[in-house]
């Protein structure tokens, strides 16, 4: 069975972090691109980071460039969202997704094909 399953969310104090983890399974995970993807209240989906199949390629969306850092271990099945000095702004919904595209243009929404159930960040004081 295809999953995806995230972790680490929660609250924290604006400028402090948190540590995001999605673990694959069901597929070969080494294969695929990936991405967060959150979504606050009331908002839609806000493509966040991309990693490629070997973490060799990182690409971030601007509201997050210099705070969050993607990353993953293909020996884990896992991928990683680190995410320091946040922000109120910064609470939402997060989702980690598959890639599943031929050439990867990873703010492209349309082109993830597994989703996992999502993790809350709140930034609260």
């Known amino acids: 069975q295809v999953q995806l399953v995230e972790s680490g969310g929660g609250l924290a104090q604006p400028g402090g972090s948190l540590r995001l983890s999605c673990t694959a399974s069901g597929f070969t995970f080494s294969s695929y691109a990936m991405s967060w993807v959150r979504q606050a209240p009331g908002k839609g989906l806000e493509w966040v980071s991309g990693?490629?199949?070997?973490?060799?390629?990182?690409y971030y969306a601007d509201s997050v460039k210099g705070r969050f850092t993607i990353s993953r271990d293909n020996a884990k099945n896992t991928v990683y969202l680190q995410m320091n000095s946040l922000k109120p702004e910064d609470t939402a919904l997060y989702y980690c997704a598959r890639y599943s595209g031929s050439y990867y243009s990873p703010s492209d929404l349309r082109k993830y094909d597994v989703w996992g159930q999502g993790t809350q960040v709140t930034v609260s004081s």
């Open positions: 990693i490629y199949s070997d973490g060799s390629d990182l």
